[in-house]
């Protein structure tokens, strides 16, 4: 971190090899810092994006955002009274303002009192082994400051005092940032209900005017969304048949969960999309946009359009967004794409047949509400039933990114196939929902094509079933990266109603081709509330034998979880299994 530097040293004594820095920092040290700042750099991006939600609905309550509404008065109301915001002959904007209030204070506030949606959504027994590890933040801005200032160099030097240090960012991205940007967007935008769509680049429709969304604000893509079926009689006009919105990354799962737009491709699949020749615009906003696109752009006729004052990139239009100018905005960048259309050469235009059907949507309250046809009185009984009786042998949430390094061995796929075999439930959110909706996993008319455990693929069609559906999907789409608060509601919800830990739970999460520090963060919140998390590649931590054995081993005696790196998927699979079978056994349930 220093312009003495860098370090090049090894932990261990080896001839002629350094194991300190020159100021006397250890292997230890050095790597309980780097992984602090990825954890930091991870929960600053899910933090800013709830703060630019936050911000949304206090201006949208206080009347100076008129070209948003509230959408889901329903969801407002459960989130003001989980937070002990008086709902009582209210009106949505006087709660929608304490609500946001509340959130902006959590981000910003640095007074001692806990952040209040951690305090509202952490599990009971979870809070107390973070009391006791004194790691609550009271708000996300001061850890993220702190954790900057405390690596820096000539600062803390203790690696235990640092790991400490991370396991509080771990809350702040759980709660700062996962928890109020989702909780937040289901009140602007509606909570997401069961939905039909498409997925891959058979999405992309050759006599359309094509748009895709990139990143992760869904202020930006709801709004092209909405102005984009104002504007379709000017895209006739064009000569195109109409305007094709579709999603790549995270905000097309934002779009997809509420609206049901088809989601095109994952972030590694981002250049594809403008491959396809049939690209008018790729419009991006924060995260995961990789500056090659801007090459990529400027060899066909797509306009990559950027919008936040903090991401350009070489080569983009900047059509700077602002929530006040929304629907100006949004109509000058649609304006861009359907301009664009007559720059299209035909000749170029070679879009892949692939596409599969998606049944997506599965936010907590849709789960509750299939289980609920069948038992209106205890929604979650039939899911735990089933985790006992063996049927649901345990639940994995599988999260992340595509990563080209583990890409090629079809990671994703292999482990999500290997849990579906052993009756594991499989949850995803992020780029690994576009893999396995790629993969026609998110199909329930193929429930059959694809070798699940007798016990799951029975309660997967039974509570399809209920719904009108042949089954549910082999996975469950639960979101954006955001979303995976989601999770967090639904641990806290089951281990509250069985009276255990959440690290009893037969739960395990994966981020089996993980690329960003987002990932961390979200990994290291899974792991502060219990959840033993595998990943791949491994985190660089291996050049330090302490760092590696308190996350891989001791942190079970501190959180009741462990970090499992594997790079096999199959040994992954058996690696995650025995972790389930572990917490079964121990609850004395049939392993
Ligand atoms: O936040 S899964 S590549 S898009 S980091 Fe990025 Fe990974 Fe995709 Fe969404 Ni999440």
């Given at each position: 971190?220093?312009?003495?530097?860098?370090?090049?040293?090894?932990?261990?004594?080896?001839?002629?090899?350094?194991?300190?820095g020159?100021?006397?920092?250890?292997?230890?040290?050095?790597?309980?810092?780097?992984?602090?700042?990825?954890?930091?750099?991870?929960?600053?991006?899910?933090?800013?994006?709830?703060?630019?939600?936050?911000e949304?609905?206090?201006?949208?309550?206080?009347?100076?955002?008129?070209?948003?509404?509230?959408?889901?008065?329903?969801?407002?109301?459960?989130?003001?009274?989980?937070?002990?915001?008086?709902?009582?002959?209210?009106?949505?904007?006087?709660?929608?303002?304490?609500?946001?209030?509340?959130?902006?204070?959590?981000?910003?506030?640095?007074?001692?009192?806990?952040?209040?949606?951690?305090?509202?959504?952490?599990?009971?027994?979870?809070?107390?082994?973070?009391?006791?590890?004194?790691?609550?933040?009271?708000?996300?801005?001061?850890?993220?400051?702190?954790?900057?200032?405390?690596?820096?160099?000539?600062?803390?030097?203790?690696?235990?005092?640092?790991?400490?240090?991370?396991?509080?960012?771990?809350?702040?991205?759980?709660?700062?940032?996962l928890?109020i940007?989702?909780?937040?967007?289901?009140?602007?935008?509606?909570?997401?209900?069961?939905?039909?769509?498409?997925?891959?680049?058979?999405?992309?429709?050759?006599?359309?005017?094509?748009?895709?969304?990139?990143?992760h604000?869904?202020?930006?893509?709801?709004?092209?969304?909405?102005?984009?079926?104002?504007?379709?009689p000017?895209?006739?006009?064009?000569?195109?048949?109409g305007?094709?919105?579709?999603?790549?990354?995270?905000?097309?799962?934002?779009?997809?969960?509420?609206?049901?737009?088809?989601?095109?491709?994952?972030?590694?699949?981002?250049?594809?999309?403008?491959?396809?020749?049939?690209?008018?615009?790729?419009?991006?906003?924060?995260?995961?946009?990789?500056?090659?696109?801007?090459?990529?752009?400027?060899?066909?006729h797509?306009?990559?359009?950027?919008?936040?004052?903090?991401?350009?990139?070489?080569?983009?239009?900047?059509?700077?967004?602002?929530?006040?100018?929304?629907?100006?905005?949004?109509?000058?960048i649609?304006?861009?794409?359907?301009?664009?259309?007559?720059?299209?050469?035909?000749?170029?235009?070679?879009?892949?047949?692939?596409?599969?059907?998606?049944?997506?949507?599965?936010?907590?309250?849709?789960?509750?509400?299939?289980?609920?046809?069948?038992?209106?009185?205890?929604?979650?009984?039939?899911?735990?039933?089933?985790?006992v009786?063996?049927?649901?042998?345990?639940v994995?949430?599988?999260?992340?990114c595509?990563?080209?390094?583990?890409?090629?061995?079809?990671?994703?796929?292999?482990?999500?196939?290997?849990?579906?075999?052993?009756?594991?439930?499989?949850?995803?959110?992020?780029?690994?929902?576009?893999?396995?909706?790629?993969?026609?996993?998110?199909?329930?008319?193929?429930?059959?094509?694809?070798?699940?455990?007798?016990?799951?693929?029975?309660?997967?069609?039974?509570?399809?079933?209920?719904?009108?559906?042949?089954?549910?999907?082999?996975?469950?789409?639960?979101?954006?990266?955001?979303?995976?608060?989601?999770?967090?509601?639904?641990?806290?919800a089951l281990?509250?109603?069985?009276?255990?830990?959440?690290?009893?739970?037969?739960?395990?999460?994966?981020?089996?081709?993980?690329?960003?520090?987002k990932?961390?963060?979200?990994?290291?919140?899974?792991?502060d509330?219990?959840?033993?998390?595998?990943?791949?590649?491994?985190?660089?931590?291996?050049?330090?034998?302490?760092?590696?054995?308190?996350?891989?081993?001791?942190?079970?005696?501190?959180?009741?979880?462990?970090?499992?790196?594997?790079?096999?998927?199959?040994?992954?699979?058996?690696?995650?299994?025995?972790?389930?079978?572990?917490?079964?056994?121990?609850?004395?349930?049939n392993?």
């Amino acid at each position: 971190m220093c312009y003495m530097g860098p370090c090049r040293i090894l932990g261990v004594r080896a001839a002629g090899k350094a194991t300190i820095g020159v100021c006397g920092a250890t292997a230890d040290t050095i790597v309980a810092r780097n992984l602090l700042r990825e954890t930091i750099g991870g929960a600053a991006s899910h933090t800013e994006h709830a703060l630019e939600m936050a911000e949304a609905l206090l201006d949208i309550a206080e009347g100076r955002l008129t070209s948003y509404t509230i959408k889901d008065a329903g969801k407002l109301i459960a989130v003001a009274k989980s937070l002990g915001v008086p709902t009582e002959g209210r009106s949505k904007e006087d709660m929608a303002k304490d609500v946001a209030t509340i959130a902006l204070n959590d981000i910003a506030k640095y007074d001692k009192e806990p952040m209040a949606f951690l305090k509202a959504y952490a599990p009971k027994s979870s809070y107390e082994t973070w009391k006791k590890l004194d790691i609550i933040p009271s708000g996300a801005m001061l850890p993220i400051m702190n954790g900057m200032h405390r690596t820096s160099m000539g600062n803390d030097a203790d690696p235990v005092n640092i790991l400490l240090a991370d396991l509080k960012l771990g809350l702040v991205d759980g709660y700062g940032g996962l928890t109020i940007a989702t909780e937040l967007s289901d009140i602007i935008f509606g909570t997401p209900k069961p939905v039909h769509s498409y997925a891959n680049l058979g999405t992309i429709k050759e006599d359309y005017v094509n748009i895709a969304v990139h990143g992760h604000n869904p202020m930006l893509s709801e709004k092209i969304l909405e102005v984009a079926e104002r504007l379709e009689p000017r895209a006739r006009e064009a000569g195109a048949k109409g305007i094709n919105i579709v999603g790549v990354c995270c905000t097309g799962n934002e779009l997809l969960m509420r609206e049901g737009v088809s989601i095109a491709a994952n972030e590694m699949q981002a250049e594809s999309v403008i491959a396809t020749g049939a690209l008018e615009a790729m419009v991006v906003d924060f995260q995961c946009i990789w500056p090659i696109l801007g090459q990529v752009a400027s060899c066909y006729h797509t306009k990559l359009i950027t919008t936040m004052p903090y991401v350009k990139i070489p080569g983009a239009l900047h059509i700077e967004f602002s929530s006040e100018h929304a629907d100006e905005i949004a109509e000058k960048i649609v304006g861009e794409a359907i301009a664009a259309y007559s720059n299209r050469d035909p000749a170029r235009v070679n879009i892949p047949s692939e596409i599969s059907e998606v049944f997506a949507g599965f936010s907590v309250e849709a789960i509750v509400g299939a289980l609920s046809r069948l038992n209106p009185k205890d929604p979650l009984e039939p899911l735990i039933t089933n985790i006992v009786n063996g049927n649901i042998y345990g639940v994995v949430g599988i999260v992340g990114c595509p990563n080209p390094k583990e890409r090629k061995k079809l990671y994703t796929e292999r482990l999500v196939k290997g849990l579906l075999k052993n009756n594991v439930m499989v949850i995803v959110t992020g780029c690994t929902a576009h893999i396995t909706a790629q993969e026609g996993l998110m199909d329930p008319n193929k429930i059959d094509s694809f070798e699940i455990g007798a016990g799951l693929k029975a309660v997967l069609k039974a509570v399809g079933s209920a719904s009108g559906l042949p089954s549910l999907p082999a996975v469950l789409h639960m979101g954006s990266c955001v979303d995976n608060s989601r999770i967090g509601v639904l641990l806290k919800a089951l281990s509250e109603k069985l009276g255990v830990k959440v690290s009893d739970l037969p739960v395990v999460a994966s981020a089996p081709e993980l690329i960003t520090e987002k990932a961390v963060a979200i990994g290291t919140w899974a792991l502060d509330l219990g959840v033993s998390v595998h990943v791949a590649p491994a985190l660089r931590i291996e050049g330090s034998k302490m760092v590696t054995e308190v996350l891989t081993k001791g942190l079970k005696d501190i959180t009741g979880s462990v970090l499992i790196q594997e790079e096999d998927p199959d040994v992954a699979i058996e690696t995650i299994l025995g972790t389930i079978r572990e917490k079964r056994l121990a609850l004395k349930l049939n392993a």
